[in-house]
């Protein structure tokens, strides 16, 4: 798929913010409800190297429907930007759209094991890949970041809001009965209710999202 080449790369937080301050405003908050193919994104950290934090960025892209793969890459690179708080995609990013450019399929979402919207600045690297590539996009995060909110129901499909300055950000949202909630956000061109919608379907077993578990798994383990 085709890729907008990357800006040149901030070497400071200042700058860092900057960008993220000029481009927050192109977040769209509404979009497509239907998508027939889904990518996952995630980046695993190998250590360091000579030149830096090494790591894998990798793209699963899944058939929405049957959940088969369609397609996967993984790349080889290193972190891009110091360990910020707050600034995280700027370490990957670089990799991750390398990886995205390399995908002779265009997903219809983008499913990235991070933050959009629920980040301390708005912007997430959900909120950036999207922006980047025009392509509706979501984060699934692990733990909450931002926000505070209540623990949802049991039940698998509960959620509660989370909530950051006075506004919702997110929620937090039980994908499997009984099993920790993950933190949904928006990253571009997608409602909430969408992300919640689509992070229940695309997680029929497991509490993460099939397209980032196996994304996770091919950054651990690509295959040569």
């Known amino acids: 798929m085709q890729i907008p080449q990357l800006e ?15 481009l927050r405003p192109r977040v769209e ?3 497509p409800t239907s998508f027939a193919l889904v990518a996952g994104l995630d980046v695993h950290y190998h250590g360091t190297g000579s030149g830096g934090e090494e790591l894998t960025a990798a793209v699963v892209v899944l058939d929405a429907a049957t959940l088969d793969v369609v397609e996967q890459v993984a790349v080889r690179g290193k972190a891009a930007f110091p360990y910020v708080p707050g600034l995280f995609a700027f370490r990957e990013l670089p990799a991750l759209a390398e990886a995205l450019g390399r995908l002779t399929v265009t997903p219809d979402l983008l499913v990235c094991d991070g933050y959009g919207l629920a980040h301390p600045r708005g912007f997430g ?6 922006v980047l590539t025009g392509l509706p996009a ?8 931002v926000g505070a909110h209540e623990p949802p129901a049991p039940e698998r499909g509960a959620w509660t809001p989370i909530v950051h300055d006075g506004a919702v950000v997110g929620r937090a949202l039980r994908t499997q009965r009984g ?3 993950v933190y949904v956000s928006q990253g571009h061109r997608v409602s909430l209710d969408t992300v919640t919608e689509q992070v229940l379907r695309l997680s029929p077993r497991y509490r993460l999202p099939e397209p980032v578990r196996r ?10």
Not at 8 to 22: C, G, I, K, M, S
Not at 125 to 130: D, I, K, N, R, S
């Open 8 to 22: 040149p790369w901030p070497d400071t937080a200042e700058e860092a913010e900057a960008v993220q301050d000029r």
């Open 29 to 31: 908050l509404s979009g």
């Open 125 to 130: 690297l959900a909120c950036h890949v999207g």
């Open 138 to 145: 979501l984060g699934v995060g692990k733990t909450p970041f």
């Open 179 to 181: 099993v920790k909630p």
């Open 215 to 224: 994304a996770d798994h091919l950054a651990r383990h690509p295959v040569p």
